[in-house]
């Protein structure tokens, strides 16, 4: 194992201010996100859709890692042009997704266990070599009453440690993803509650698995109420309570925590983000930073609507989304910020002061 390779890769993906795009929707999830905006679900769809993100213009100033899905890092451009090499030219590192999928967890109702251990190794030995530098998996969590069972939490954190082994004798940076949902009714504190102990016992079974934890890129959920609680917070309760429960759970050898936004309107990622750096940048042992799918890809989505006509405005909203979790990193995301246009603003949002409303 490589281990200064694996690290300086970790180091890389959260370079400067920049984040990761997540592109990694399986195919179903990305048929169900067209279909509620009645575009096609078929495979040029899909290719077309993300053929408009790789070339997004100037992505790569707010963007330093893209994970790809299967089918995706096998895909071009019209042209030809492989959209790994679009993205490795735009100074973006490539990832990929690994796991196959949360299903239906024996004698656990209600629960979801990941799969994809087997045949793993050798999985992962042809993306190194069609050049994923990353790759990630993904565990969720669901939350009720009476639910997570341990078995749940044991047996998706088990899965992630031996994935991520396996990542780093492949030299692969593992990007570790246990998803506490946002579904349901369950309170702010009933979040950290349960977040806390997903992380604490992730890291037992990385600890386990001998995983270096300085070349790996945890990516959590963000602390918050459920969907459907009344009590919807602040961000700045959101940002405490995220920052209490990390530094109870995650080790300070971990380099990067690069949240997921699970459904989180954009703006509110962006701002919970933000607050976190705001307050605590200085002194985390950690950078505070972003994966995500949604809430920088949606906003662009319903844009574009599957139509070529559509794709300037949708790239000009997918930097934009970018650019403001840029400033969010970097604690200086605000309204002047979320009013800039995509296409003018630059990604350190200098030109906040003075700047035109649009
Ligand atoms: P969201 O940001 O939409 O939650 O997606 C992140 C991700 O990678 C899901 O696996």
């Known amino acids: 194992m490589n281990t200064q390779a694996l690290i300086d890769t970790a180091k890389a993906m959260v370079a400067g201010d920049k984040g990761l795009l997540a592109m990694d929707e399986s195919n179903p999830t990305c048929n169900k996100r067209f279909a509620k905006l009645g575009i096609p679900q078929t495979v040029e769809a899909r290719r077309a859709c993300r053929e408009l993100i790789v070339t997004t213009p100037r992505l790569g100033e707010c963007i330093s890692g893209a994970i790809l899905y299967d089918e995706t890092i096998r895909q071009n451009k019209k042209d030809g042009t492989p959209f790994i090499k679009v993205i490795i030219d735009a100074g973006i590192i490539p990832g990929i997704k690994v796991d196959i999928g949360a299903k239906e967890m024996a004698g656990h109702p209600g629960e979801k266990v990941t799969e994809g251990l087997d045949g793993l190794r050798d999985r992962l030995k042809e993306y190194v070599q069609m050049g994923a530098r990353f790759a990630k998996w993904r565990a ?170 559509n794709v300037l405005a949708a790239q000009q909203a997918l930097y934009h989304r970018a650019m403001c979790n840029a400033a969010a990193r970097r604690g200086t995301y605000d309204a002047a910020v979320e009013r800039l246009g995509g296409e003018s603003a630059p990604c350190d949002g200098s030109s906040v002061k003075g700047s035109v409303d649009k």
């Open 140 to 309: 969720v969590i669901a939350v009720d009453d009476d639910i997570p069972s341990r078995g749940c939490i044991e047996a998706n954190a088990q899965a992630l440690a031996r994935y991520a082994a396996l990542c780093q004798e492949t030299a692969l940076v593992p990007m570790v993803e246990p998803e506490v949902l946002m579904d349901g009714g369950h309170t702010l504190e009933r979040c950290c509650e349960v977040t806390e102990e997903v992380l604490r016992t992730v890291f037992n079974h990385l600890y386990t698995q001998r995983v270096m934890l300085e070349g790996m890129i945890l990516k959590p959920n963000m602390v918050l109420p459920g969907l459907t609680c009344p009590k919807q917070e602040a961000a700045d309760k959101v940002a405490d309570a995220t920052v209490k429960c990390l530094l109870r759970a995650v080790p300070a050898a971990v380099p990067v925590i690069a949240f997921l936004s699970g459904g989180q309107p954009a703006e509110l990622a962006s701002a919970r983000l933000n607050s976190m750096n705001v307050r605590f940048k200085a002194r985390m042992p950690w950078a505070l930073a972003f994966s995500f799918s949604r809430a920088i890809q949606q906003p662009a989505l319903e844009i574009w609507q599957g139509k070529e006509a």
